[in-house]
């Protein structure tokens, strides 16, 4: 994971698995981006959702199910690199 606000506020390490997401069964990022789609959109907030779009990705790929993803009725939908994943996937 690249270096950052995000990284340091989550304190994750380099390289990071879906698991270092997840605290207790929480879902560590979702704070973040339920904040960036509610109109916090800085850079500490947009890297949360990058991060959230990985992990959805990962998600999908393993077979498993999503993470709650509040987001997808919203904002995401706007979102041309989310719209063309979701298409060729």
């Keep these: 994971m690249k270096g950052g606000q ?9 390289y990071v698995s879906v698991n270092d997401l997840f605290l207790a069964g929480d879902y560590r990022l979702k ?5 960036y789609y509610h109109g916090a959109q800085d850079g500490f907030h947009q890297d949360a959702v ?5 992990v959805q990705l990962i998600m999908e790929l393993r077979g498993g199910a999503r ?7 919203s904002s995401r939908s706007t979102n041309s690199r989310a719209a063309t994943r979701r298409k060729t996937a």
């Design 6 to 14: 995000l990284k340091s506020t989550l304190q994750l390490p380099d």
């Design 31 to 35: 704070q973040y981006v339920e904040e």
């Design 50 to 54: 990058e991060l959230d779009e990985k």
């Design 67 to 73: 993470v709650d993803d509040y987001s997808r009725a």
